[in-house]
């Protein structure tokens, strides 16, 4: 058996097509929706991920400002900046591209943001709200990832999801996720004893560490639906994520790739949630 592949590209595409008629009827009421996106620093990878999302904001007809800052701004003057926006009525949506130079207080800065254009759901209150059932916004991976699920029409009720990795970011809203649609949810981290056990178990495997093939074919059950969230290099230079894909694929009944897998999903979902924002105003 080798495993279907959930194609994040081609999901986005659909998903974005929905983004875009959905902004045309924004303008076409004398709105236009707004993302504003700040990059603290010159770290390679955050440019490169900035980058992809101001382009996408503008394939979709979504007004977009990209706030380039240096890697000595403090933190006194990045809040200020918040600020500013939070006030800006042509920004619905606004995202601080972690990680944050050292010197800066991620929390307090997430937490600045206000809470109707927490696009990336990472504000304490938003949390709550996800916990409560009742989120504002869902943060953009794992909302993602429950895309891809409805993709396939997945049955999650009474499914077992376990889940890889407890960041605030991924592990943790998308536990809250899965939970609300009526799986049963195992949470495994770096402590976890005998991983391989909790894994076996998972009728859907969501795994998001960071860690380079953590996750082997041994360690999935047959059949199984496989989300890999990593994003990682190996050896050769080239992307890849937290499971062993090719191996994994053989096992598996359905299994996103890396590249082209979860990470578009990630940026698609921002699009949505800056939509929303700017509908309910």
Same mark, same amino acid.
């Given at each position: 058996?080798?495993?279907?592949?959930?194609?994040?590209?081609?999901?986005?595409? @659909?998903?974005?097509?929905?983004?875009?008629?959905?902004?045309?009827?924004?303008?076409?009421?004398?709105?236009?929706?707004?993302?504003?996106?700040?990059?603290?620093?010159? !770290?390679?990878?955050?440019? %490169? =991920?900035?980058?992809?999302?101001?382009?996408?904001?503008?394939?979709?007809?979504?007004?977009?400002?990209?706030?380039?800052?240096?890697?000595?701004?403090?933190?006194?003057?990045?809040?200020?900046?918040?600020?500013?926006?939070?006030?800006? #009525?042509?920004?619905?949506?606004?995202?601080?591209?972690? #990680?944050? #130079?050292? @010197?800066?207080?991620? @929390?307090?800065?997430?937490?600045?943001?206000?809470?109707?254009?927490?696009?990336?759901?990472? @504000?304490?209150? !938003?949390?709550?709200?996800?916990?409560?059932?009742?989120?504002?916004?869902?943060?953009?991976?794992?909302?993602?990832?429950?895309?891809?699920?409805?993709?396939?029409?997945?049955?999650?009720?009474?499914?077992?999801?376990?889940?890889?990795?407890?960041?605030?970011?991924?592990?943790? #809203?998308?536990?809250?996720?899965?939970?609300?649609?009526?799986?049963?949810?195992?949470?495994? !981290?770096?402590?976890?004893?005998?991983?391989?056990?909790?894994?076996?178990?998972?009728? %859907?495997?969501?795994?998001?560490?960071?860690?380079?093939?953590?996750?082997?074919?041994?360690?999935?059950?047959?059949?199984?639906?496989?989300? /890999?969230?990593?994003? !990682?290099?190996?050896?050769?230079?080239?992307?890849?994520?937290?499971? /062993?894909?090719?191996?994994?694929?053989?096992?598996?009944? =359905?299994?996103?790739?890396?590249?082209?897998?979860?990470?578009?999903?990630?940026?698609?979902?921002?699009?949505?949630?800056?939509?929303?924002?700017?509908?309910?105003?």
């Amino acid at each position: 058996m080798t495993a279907q592949l959930i194609d994040g590209i081609q999901l986005s595409q @659909h998903l974005r097509t929905e983004v875009k008629l959905r902004a045309a009827a924004l303008t076409a009421q004398g709105k236009t929706a707004g993302l504003a996106v700040i990059l603290v620093g010159e !770290n390679p990878a955050s440019q %490169v =991920y900035v980058r992809n999302k101001v382009k996408a904001c503008e394939d979709c007809g979504i007004y977009s400002i990209l706030d380039k800052q240096p890697a000595d701004l403090s933190e006194a003057a990045l809040l200020d900046r918040i600020s500013a926006l939070n006030a800006d #009525p042509k920004i619905h949506g606004i995202l601080v591209q972690l #990680p944050l #130079p050292a @010197h800066i207080d991620t @929390h307090k800065v997430l937490e600045a943001i206000a809470l109707e254009k927490d696009v990336d759901g990472f @504000h304490i209150t !938003n949390a709550g709200l996800l916990m409560t059932g009742q989120p504002l916004f869902r943060p953009c991976t794992p909302y993602g990832v429950m895309k891809m699920l409805e993709s396939i029409d997945y049955p999650l009720r009474g499914a077992h999801a376990v889940v890889v990795g407890a960041s605030n970011i991924v592990g943790k #809203p998308q536990a809250m996720l899965l939970l609300q649609a009526g799986a049963t949810v195992t949470i495994c !981290n770096s402590k976890t004893r005998d991983l391989g056990l909790h894994t076996r178990m998972a009728d %859907v495997l969501v795994v998001a560490t960071g860690k380079r093939n953590l996750v082997t074919a041994d360690m999935v059950k047959p059949g199984a639906v496989v989300l /890999d969230v990593g994003m !990682n290099r190996d050896d050769a230079g080239k992307l890849c994520g937290d499971v /062993d894909f090719a191996a994994t694929k053989e096992v598996a009944a =359905y299994i996103t790739p890396v590249p082209g897998g979860v990470g578009p999903m990630t940026i698609t979902m921002l699009l949505v949630n800056t939509i929303e924002a700017a509908e309910r105003i």
